[in-house]
């Protein structure tokens, strides 16, 4: 591991989606139009089992959204690096393939960090009692499940050779992770068949994390323990995995 190139490769990433400012703009409007209008438009609702008020239950939620759209939207750099010829010159490099991989999450998670930190701090005006320590926690989770889809991003974009064809993949996973993950509803109650996806569904893990640290209530299924466990395991698996593409990329 070379943390020299690491920490280069890091620092380009997060200065080469900062120039995006629109981008950058459009995501945080985008969780504050979801948080607004979900809330207000569903916070009538009954939804059962829910015992908190419904803003704060989905804040957990948009949270998570917002980290997952900016987090896989960054794999697209591969994309980029291989059209401009960056990407050959790292893979040229003394620099190992793992800390090509570990430089590009590093940098993802910085900036989806920062874009859903806004979108956190929300929080007491929608009925979320933040303390300092349950804000630590939170972005301690939030980095957590960010590295994991940002690697996610990375695998999928060292197959794509253009971004109409990242853009198509990612629509098509992005939505039905979002909605399978128990973001804007309670689990309980969901038809039989979709069980399965959610239990695979790495957010879902990450919504009932946060929900557990910032509004004291998880789906009841696992432990906050137990859902950074799972994402532990689910970070380890997309590391390898990228890890792996940048070397069939070669």
């Not at 853009?167 to 098509?172: A, D, N, V």
Request: charged share 10%.
């Amino acid at each position: 591991m070379n943390i020299r190139a690491i920490r280069i490769i890091w620092v380009r990433e997060i200065l080469v989606q900062l120039r995006d400012r629109a981008g950058l703009i459009s995501s945080v409007a985008r969780s504050l139009v979801w948080l607004l209008m979900m809330g207000g438009g569903f916070g009538a609702a009954r939804f059962a089992g829910l015992t908190v008020d419904y803003q704060a239950f989905i804040l957990p939620g948009i949270v998570a959204m917002s980290l997952q759209f900016t987090s896989i939207r960054s794999g697209i750099s591969v994309i980029w690096d291989r059209e401009f010829g960056f990407m050959k010159e790292i893979l040229v490099s003394p620099a190992s393939r793992f800390s090509i991989m570990a430089g590009k999450v590093l940098g993802g998670v910085t900036v989806s960090l920062g874009e859903s930190a806004i979108i956190l701090a929300l929080g007491p005006f929608l009925g979320v009692h933040l303390t300092v320590v349950s804000f630590a926690e939170s972005i301690a989770i939030m980095a957590l499940i960010s590295a994991t889809l940002v690697s996610m991003g990375l695998v999928v974009s060292a197959f794509l050779k253009t971004f109409e064809g990242f853009q198509t993949i990612m629509t098509f996973i992005i939505m039905p992770m979002f909605f399978l993950s128990g973001a804007l509803f309670p689990l309980d109650g969901i038809p039989s068949w979709m069980v399965p996806f959610t239990v695979l569904n790495p957010l879902t893990y990450a919504v009932d994390a946060l929900r557990i640290v910032l509004i004291g209530v998880g789906n009841g299924h696992l432990s906050l323990e137990g859902d950074l466990l799972v994402l532990l395991c689910a970070l380890a698996v997309t590391m390898a995995l990228g890890t792996g593409a940048f070397k069939k990329s070669e």
